[in-house]
């Protein structure tokens, strides 16, 4: 486990007291399922703390994939508490691979640069991340407008391929498939579920051809 925001202590104060978030933790958690016990790692100085990302174990090569995600910039207010503002999402060509050595829990670390055109090229959260083979699928999410706290939502999906560090990018072209904040399924290797988030349907995204039919499931 990687990232994410902490909700410090904070004292009372009545309804107007507004939750703080921080997000400083730059270390690597390590759950044993049989123990249900956390190790933690250690950090990579090279890896900025970061929430809202993916990460995802690609199990061909043995390593996680973290990518996208918000970084925050870190004050304190007028009673000297610490807290957490959204900065900047960070950019969809810069892949973060990290492989455990569960012996020694001792951590490698490389960085994937991807070449992906300028149109296509974003700064995101939010969004969901599947590894198939050694491919990772990537769909949807919040989008940064540039100079901007604004943001849009998604309909692409980014296909990266890992041994040749190389991107294709699929657009759904109808805005009603924008999502974020979902979850994302392998159902064959040539189709995904996608459910969850912002969307207000689920999404099956393949290559196949296949008859569109209502949906028989009761609401």
Request: proline letters at 3%; charged letters at 20%.
């Amino acid at each position: 486990m990687f990232g994410g925001v902490q909700v410090p202590p904070r004292p009372r104060l009545g309804r107007l007291n507004q939750i703080r978030y921080l997000c400083n933790d730059k270390s690597f958690y390590l759950l044993n399922i049989k123990t249900l016990k956390w190790a933690k790692l250690g950090e990579l100085p090279q890896l900025e703390a970061r929430a809202y990302h993916s990460a995802t174990f690609l199990q061909q090569s043995g390593e996680v994939a973290i990518l996208g995600g918000v970084q925050f910039e870190h004050s304190n207010d007028d009673m000297g508490m610490s807290y957490g503002t959204p900065s900047f999402r960070h950019d969809i060509q810069t892949l973060h691979m990290i492989k455990v050595d569960l012996t020694t829990r001792n951590m490698q670390y490389r960085v994937l640069k991807f070449n992906i055109h300028p149109d296509d090229c974003i700064q995101f959260s939010d969004h969901s991340a599947l590894a198939v083979d050694n491919h990772l699928l990537v769909y949807g999410g919040r989008i940064q407008q540039e100079e901007q706290e604004s943001t849009t939502v998604g309909n692409k999906m980014f296909i990266f391929d890992i041994n040749n560090c190389s991107c294709k990018v699929k657009n759904t072209k109808d805005v009603k498939f924008a999502t974020a904040g979902h979850s994302m399924f392998k159902i064959s290797d040539d189709c995904v579920l996608l459910c969850g988030g912002v969307a207000k349907q689920m999404l099956l995204v393949t290559y196949r051809d296949i008859i569109s039919d209502q949906c028989a499931l009761e609401v």
